[in-house]
């Protein structure tokens, strides 16, 4: 039915998708299977006309599709089903399904024909029982979801595309999506199924494909293969000298959690870091690793629980934090770690102006002096110091989130994702001062969804899944298929 | 799904542009503005043509303090992401205040003293109000905007008050005069105090944001609420101080506002605040917070005076007036998009 | 490529100004008066002289018919004047700035009517500093400044008038009220302390508020009618609201509290809804002033003493008091027909 054949896809110096084969037939559920940044995402957005790969070829029914964008491969019958529903909540079940594709004369809707359409779609699906004139704000996700497919089936959407999407729905309502892939499939139709979870992929899936590093890393007939196979498939990959080792020894404790609970999440985290220590956090993306590091560094709210720095507990609050000798690192770059307008100056040095102050009032010279030599230490690429950071590349951006903490004389680095879309040398520059700053006796909390960096930089690790830490151990007493059977089963 | 970046790809320095966009650019239109009036009015107005006269120009400066200087703190506040739409009923019950202590026969110092408390205890109150119950600052000083002239009716008894020439001091009532000699002897211009006073406030205020701690936070603030939480600022408390200098400087335009129309009249502030607005607008003062120039903000309010007097030589008619002040102003905020999504592309 | 597209954004701005202007100076002709063939051609060498007048409001039918007095004049003269007022009634700060504006202009004279006794003060004394003359209409000035004359219809006779009238329209007896319009405008307070002056006469007649003021607009003002209505409305017999805008908000009230015609009113300066209220029996007396004859006077003493001829300190425009009987005599209709301007 689809097939795509050596697709491959740049983005300036990275390569997200190189030489992928995929193909699904009619009557069959392809599960599709890799870890974040594997290069999923990009593929579906090749499948769907967001993207336009650089080579490669798409068939469909065995005639060529080149989709022009996501409407033109719509029409052509491919129908993604994303995690973020994309509804419009005031209005009906009927009118949300025929949004786009209304059938009218002169303007005024056939309400007859239209009703009868999706009274069809939904019988196909096995839920006559979904009133049409249902405004969709007042349904469960469940429901919403089904709105959705109901509305590919009126579209006669012949390839169906679920991305990742039980991970927003509560049991009873996965039952139900299951059953109404099964109709999708007895009624002829192809479906590609994203996730990480393996269970699922067993019940639904019959055939699968391995995505890594953008490159398909295997496929075949699921109950051919064991979890163990699939997971090596995943993360299957030699570590490379990207990872710079700076000799380092843990010492004393330094951080202490206990029993932390955020208002969602983290449900119940304790764990303890010590100087000189890369604690790597693994998991996947939901499981509360950002929301640990924010209620650690006062940014969330703290429910309840016990944190300890260097033995004495506090009540998180940024600046008390800072002043306890905690450093956070933000996963997201934009909109929270760096004032995207201001100068790589101003960013560096914004957490801690004392050295360049007396009574309130600032010596610029002193700021200058001093960004110079952490620009230079952290080989910051820029035209100058008063350079807005937004001018700046990712790499470099984070190399000033990084400066910031460091300048500040933080002794526990949170680095959230610190190495999330940064190109590659950068990336193992970002190692080095990890290494760095342990070897200069600084503890690292390091959360990463790219458990090869964490494998090959940590001291230990822990995973979290649900919002507690699953299990912790030296990096040596894990592996990648330890970690990730503990974070994918639930 | 890495996101498309090397490190070489460091864009060119937008060093020319800022400043061709920034303050210069608000310059460079108070320059035109300013030789646009030179050229037409000899050419409408003959050997009448008085634009470019020392009279003038010591008129348009006196003009533009009254909003200039409100407009600084209302720079500091639009730089920290915020806005203040209650300044022109603050700046009235202010001078109201002012009025009523004259009135009364208190001594001028205290009364000054008390003209300016009561900007600060205005602005303190939006500060407060917007930071502690986390209400976007254009709803708070929306609402604070009748409180403040509610305020001023109550101290003015619902009229106007005006304290007999006895009860004010001479330089209060030539704060904003422009009675001739337009040059002193010496060859100085002879500019009123308020001018002065609103020169000094502008340095001090440049310096303030520039060579202080204070004046990085303000930046920040308003540059990312998020990375200035992230960087253990007192969020709060800046925001609350900003909001009470910026009510300082309303409270000295409030004695300007006396100062030129010798009485207290909670109304006549009405609608001022747009002004006041206007004049950083126009000097590039980013309504996202973040940016924003004291020289800007200057240039701004010179503008509208010169183009208010400019109209009143040439004869242009009051519409025409309001057209033309409007168009600069959405020209100007057009001009802060453009540079915006050029900085965003 | 980024600063030539800046740079272009400023001179599309600056096209655009010069076109606002070009459509300002246009309208030139209608804004002062061109009467070159005008027989009577002003002394004093060759150039005409330049008479600024500048009104409280624009917004309102008087000023249109002072307006009307004011170019009346100038083609009489063979003068040009500048008619330039604020947008609002109440901004004072702005007609300070405009009576600056046009003494830095240097024009040959100022006619101007004050927004506010105190407030215009200043810049009357920086006038006559700067060797230019003001004439005040309409409304007085503290004093204090000198200026050349006063042109105004005698606004405490006119509060005398409605006073009178008022009295013999309830039958010299019962409670009153008065609305007053705003601290500091001069004229206003002429008539009110006229009316509160004349209604001692009549001892069966009691003022029970004289204390509320109505504000600029018509807006304001019914606002404030209708908290008085609210309180009063019940009890009195007549009301006296002091100009235009006020009245228009007192009838308005009236008319929405169903007081109209019960209590009886008399209203200061004419309005097309005061006039038809005073044939429908909704008002009962409205005391006209003379606003063409102001505008005329104004400029014409302005004119006399710039030719040099000696000219009254206080000129009368005269006023008098339009009633269901008169009012389709001669005087009422003249005068609520005066020419306006545009």
Redesign the interface.
Same mark, same amino acid.
Not at chain 1, 381 to 384: E, F, R, S, T
Not at chain 1, 390 to 396: C, D, F, K, Q, V
């Given at each position: 039915m689809l097939r795509m054949e050596g697709i491959s896809k740049r983005?300036?110096?990275?390569r997200?998708l190189h030489n992928v084969e995929l193909s699904v037939e009619r009557g069959e559920v392809l599960a599709l299977i890799g870890e974040n &940044?594997a290069g999923k995402?990009?593929l579906m957005k090749v499948l769907s006309g967001a993207h336009h790969p650089d080579s490669g070829s798409m068939t469909l029914d065995g005639t060529s599709f080149q989709p022009a964008g996501p409407h033109a491969a719509r029409t052509a019958g491919v129908a993604m089903i994303y995690q973020e529903l994309n509804l419009a909540t005031d209005l009906s079940v009927e009118d949300n399904i025929m949004l786009g594709l209304e059938k009218s004369r002169l303007g005024f809707l056939k309400r007859r024909e239209q009703r009868k359409l999706v009274s069809q779609a939904l019988e196909t699906l096995g839920h006559s029982d979904l009133k049409p004139t249902t405004i969709v704000g007042h349904l469960s996700v469940g429901e919403q979801q089904l709105v959705e497919i109901t509305r590919a089936i009126v579209m006669d959407a012949q390839v169906v595309v679920f991305d990742e999407p039980t991970s927003s729905l509560p049991k009873r309502d996965v039952d139900r999506l299951f059953q109404v892939i099964e109709r999708l499939r007895s009624d002829n139709r192809a479906i590609v199924y994203i996730s990480h979870y393996l269970e699922e992929v067993r019940r639904i899936a019959d055939r699968f494909a391995v995505l890594r590093d953008g490159e398909t890393a295997g496929t075949g007939t699921i109950a051919d293969v064991s979890d163990r196979e699939i997971i090596s498939l995943m993360v299957g990959r030699s570590v490379e000298d990207l990872f710079p080792q700076v000799p380092h020894q843990p010492g004393e404790t330094i951080l202490t959690i206990e029993n932390l609970h955020g208002l969602k999440k983290p449900a119940g985290s304790s764990i303890d870091l010590r100087k000189g220590e890369i604690l790597g956090i693994s998991g996947l993306v939901g499981a509360g690793r950002t929301e640990l590091l924010r209620c650690l560094?006062g940014?969330d709210k703290v429910q309840s629980g016990e944190i300890k720095v260097s033995g004495v507990s506090c009540k998180p609050t940024?600046?008390r934090?800072?002043?306890a000798g905690l450093g956070?690192v933000?996963e997201d770059r934009k909109?929270?770690?760096?004032?995207?307008?201001?100068s790589i100056l !101003?960013?560096m040095v914004?957490?801690r102006?004392e050295p360049y102050?007396r009574g309130?009032?600032?010596?610029?010279k002193k700021i200058v002096a001093s960004g110079r030599d952490w620009m230079k230490k952290l080989e910051v690429?820029?035209?100058?110091p008063h350079?807005?950071v937004?001018?700046?590349?990712? &790499?470099?951006q984070q190399k000033v989130a990084i400066a910031?903490i460091l300048h500040q004389g933080a002794d526990v680095l949170l680095l959230d994702e610190p190495t999330r &879309?940064? !190109?590659v &040398?950068?990336k193992s520059e970002i190692y080095r001062l990890i290494g760095e700053a342990a070897a200069d006796g600084k503890a690292v909390l390091f959360v990463s969804s790219y458990l090869p960096e964490l494998m090959a930089m940590c001291d230990r690790i822990a995973v979290m899944a649900n919002g507690t830490i699953r299990a912790c151990r030296n990096t040596s007493d894990w592996t990648e298929e330890d970690i990730m059977s503990q974070a994918i089963t639930n | 799904m890495p996101e498309a970046t090397s490190p070489d790809s460091i864009k060119p320095s937008s060093f020319i542009a800022k400043l061709v966009s920034g303050e210069l650019g608000t310059l460079l239109a108070l320059a035109a503005v300013i030789i646009f009036f030179a050229v037409a009015d000899p050419i409408q107005n003959g050997d009448r043509a008085s634009f470019v006269t020392v009279r003038n120009f010591r008129v348009m400066m006196t003009q533009t303090s009254i909003v200039a200087v409100a407009a600084l703190g209302m720079t500091m506040i639009i730089i920290s992401g915020g806005i203040d739409l209650s300044a022109g009923t603050a700046l009235t019950l202010s001078a109201t205040v002012l009025a009523w202590f004259l009135k009364n026969d208190y001594p001028a110092f205290a009364a000054v003293a008390v003209c300016l408390l009561t900007g600060v205890t205005c602005g303190l109150i939006n500060g407060l109000l917007i930071s502690s119950l986390r209400i976007v600052p254009f709803i708070v000083t929306l609402g604070t905007m009748t409180i403040f002239l509610g305020i001023g009716k109550l101290v003015s008894n619902e009229t106007t008050i005006f304290p007999s020439a006895a009860q004010r001091p001479d330089w209060i009532s030539n704060l904003c005069s422009t009675k001739p000699p337009d040059m002193l002897a010496g060859g100085m211009p002879n500019l009123p105090l308020a001018v002065w006073i609103t020169l000094l406030l502008a340095i001090a205020t440049t310096v303030l944001l520039k060579y202080s701690v204070f004046g990085r936070y303000i930046y920040a603030l308003g540059s990312n609420e998020s990375t200035a939480r992230l960087c253990g600022l007192n969020i709060p408390l800046v925001k609350t101080a900003v909001y009470a200098v910026a009510g300082l400087f309303v409270g000295v335009a409030g004695m300007y506002q006396f100062g030129l129309l010798k009485m207290g009249n909670p109304v006549e502030g009405i609608g001022l605040e747009l002004k006041i607005i206007a004049a950083v607008v126009i000097g590039g003062g980013s309504l996202n917070g973040g940016r924003g120039s004291i020289l800007g903000t200057l240039a701004g309010a010179a503008i509208m005076t010169v183009i208010a007097s400019g109209c009143d030589l040439l004869e242009v008619r009051n519409p025409y007036q309001n057209i033309i002040v409007g168009v600069i102003i959405v020209a100007a905020v057009l001009l802060d998009q453009v540079r915006e999504r050029r900085l965003a592309a | 490529m980024k600063k030539f597209f800046t740079l272009s954004l400023h001179s599309v701005l600056f096209v655009l100004l010069g076109l606002a202007f070009l459509g300002g100076c246009n309208t030139q002709p209608s804004e002062s008066s061109n009467a070159e063939s005008d027989s009577n051609a002003s002394t004093g060498g060759d150039r005409r002289l330049q008479i600024a007048v500048i009104p409280k409001g624009t917004a309102h039918e008087f000023w249109k018919s002072v307006h009307a007095g004011a170019e009346r004049a100038a083609e009489e003269r063979g003068v040009d004047i500048i008619w330039k007022g604020p947008q609002i009634e109440n901004d004072t700060a702005g007609q300070i700035e405009t009576v600056r504006n046009f003494i830095t202009k240097k024009v040959d004279g100022i006619c101007l009517a004050p927004n506010h006794s105190e407030a215009l003060q200043e810049v009357v004394e920086e006038s006559q500093l700067s060797d230019i003359p003001v004439v005040i209409f309409d409304s007085g000035l503290a004093k204090g400044a000198e200026f050349l004359s006063y042109v105004a219809t005698d606004n405490f006779h006119g509060g005398e008038l409605a006073a009178d009238q008022l009295a013999k329209a309830i039958g010299e007896k019962g409670k009153v009220i008065m609305m007053r319009y705003r601290a500091g405008s001069e004229s206003t307070e002429q008539r009110e302390e006229g009316f509160l002056a004349a209604i001692k006469k009549y001892p069966d007649i009691e003022v029970v508020s004289s204390d509320q003021y109505g504000e600029a607009t018509t807006a304001m003002a019914l606002e404030k009618a209708q908290t008085l209505l609210l309180k009063y409305g019940d009890e009195i017999q007549g009301t006296f609201a002091v100009c235009e805008p006020n009245c228009n908000g007192m009838l308005e009230a009236l008319e929405n509290s169903g007081h109209a015609g019960k209590v009886k009113f008399v209203a200061f300066d004419p309005s097309e809804k005061l006039v038809t209220g005073l044939r429908e029996d909704k008002v009962h007396g409205i005391v006209l002033q003379d606003p063409v004859s102001m505008g005329y006077k104004s400029v014409m003493t302005m004119v006399d003493h710039l030719e040099g001829k000696e000219v009254a300190k206080v000129v009368s425009t005269g006023e008098y008091v339009a009633t269901p009987e008169n009012i389709d005599g001669e005087e009422s209709q003249r005068l609520l027909h005066p020419v306006t301007k545009e």
């Open positions: 983005f300036g110096a990275t997200a &940044g995402s990009t560094f940014l940024p600046r934090q800072i002043a956070l933000s909109s929270e770690g760096l004032a995207q307008s201001l !101003d960013n914004l957490s102006l102050s309130g009032w600032i010596n610029p690429k820029a035209q100058g350079q807005p937004e001018a700046l590349s990712g &790499g470099n910031r &879309g940064i !190109d &040398g950068t | - | -």
